[in-house]
């Protein structure tokens, strides 16, 4: 039931909408199967032409002709990252101070573990870098693989901050498993068992920056008990954030340095202003470890110019160390096989090859 009194306004098509967008597109709203579940929220735009089996449209008969405001072009208004420039050194370093926590004891338990044919996972807790709340992890070890294994952190996408409960089986979906590499999936404040009422947009800019901070300090924590562990090699930790968790990754790469590698998934700048200790365009540049960017071409939460392209540009890799690979979709839904092909080779190239069952299992 929506805010105004309509029902079943999400999926299982997302539906086009009369309204033009810029460069000829169309809004196309409410969220699609085999979308995640932020996209009922999130508006998207495509040219009207473009036809697939989750797009749809509704029937609606008006009472009264609809007012030309209900009617008129939308475009929003972007941000021209081309002409701002980041902080200098002695200003960033400044706001790399901010992020600092005391690496007090962990006093880490594992609360619950569960075995698959695949994997075997262990529900994690220990003590947060601020207040008196515990930390959650759950740490998924590959069954076709020995210790110490590489290890994927990631970081989730939207969906996370509007769900109640983590579901193991989500882990299936990953490609890092079946590759040999352990996967390690923190519940960051604000999101799943740890909501707060904390929802992206129209908050103040403390409040976010505030929030931006504690999941700097979560990601630290993480790997301060990945740390402690003999199974996990800390030498060879890979970032991977999907869609928010791309788009933060900037801010918290900057400020964290025993990641080797980063995948970032559907990410990009935000267009939204932000105070200057958590803007993305600050850190970028300090971004130095070797990042794959993986992003749709018709992505309209993440523009490709205004957003996608000004970001891996300002990225402090070397030329060599950075990739940016553009398909032919929106936000999310890119073609399997070479989305999965990209992460694989990534994280061989740049953690080293693991030991794998099959190369058909890995692959498919």
Request: charged share 25%; proline share 5%; hydrophobic share 40%.
């Amino acid at each position: 039931l929506s805010g105004f009194a309509t029902t079943d306004m999400a999926g299982n098509v997302k539906e086009w909408c009369w309204n033009e967008a810029g460069d000829g597109k169309r809004f196309l709203l409410g969220g699609g199967f085999g979308e995640s579940t932020y996209m009922f929220r999130d508006w998207d735009a495509l040219s009207p032409w473009d036809r697939r089996s989750n797009y749809g449209f509704r029937c609606v008969k008006l009472d009264a002709p609809a007012s030309p405001t209900a009617v008129a072009r939308v475009e929003p208004t972007l941000r021209d990252f081309w002409k701002e420039m980041p902080v200098s050194d002695e200003v960033f370093e400044a706001y790399r101070g901010l992020y600092a926590y005391d690496a007090t004891d962990l006093n880490a338990r594992v609360e619950e573990t569960e075995k698959t044919e695949t994997w075997t996972r262990e529900k994690v807790s220990f003590d947060a870098a601020y207040g008196n709340e515990r930390m959650i992890v759950h740490v998924y070890l590959p069954s076709n693989a020995s210790a110490p294994f590489q290890t994927v952190v990631y970081f989730p996408g939207g969906d996370a901050l509007f769900l109640d409960t983590f579901v193991p089986s989500w882990a299936d979906d990953k490609v890092f498993l079946k590759s040999g590499r352990a996967l390690i999936w923190p519940i960051y404040k604000s999101t799943l068992e740890r909501r707060d009422g904390f929802e992206p947009g129209g908050k103040p800019l403390g409040v976010y920056r505030d929030h931006v901070f504690q999941w700097s300090k979560d990601l630290g924590r993480t790997l301060d008990y990945i740390e402690t562990r003999g199974d996990i090699d800390s030498a060879k930790l890979a970032y991977v954030g999907h869609s928010w968790g791309g788009a933060m990754a900037t801010v918290l790469l900057a400020v964290e340095n025993r990641f080797k590698t980063a995948i970032l998934s559907s990410g990009g700048f935000y267009l939204s202003d932000a105070l200057p200790e958590v803007y993305q365009l600050n850190f970028a540049p300090r971004v130095r470890i070797p990042v794959l960017m993986l992003n749709g071409r018709y992505d309209e939460l993440f523009p490709l110019e205004s957003s996608q392209l000004p970001m891996f540009h300002l990225l402090g890799a070397s030329a060599v160390d950075k990739k940016h690979v553009i398909y032919e979709a929106g936000h999310e839904d890119f073609p399997r096989k070479e989305f999965v092909r990209e992460i694989l080779d990534w994280l061989d190239k740049y953690l080293g090859p693991v030991r794998r069952s099959s190369q058909s299992e890995v692959r498919q």
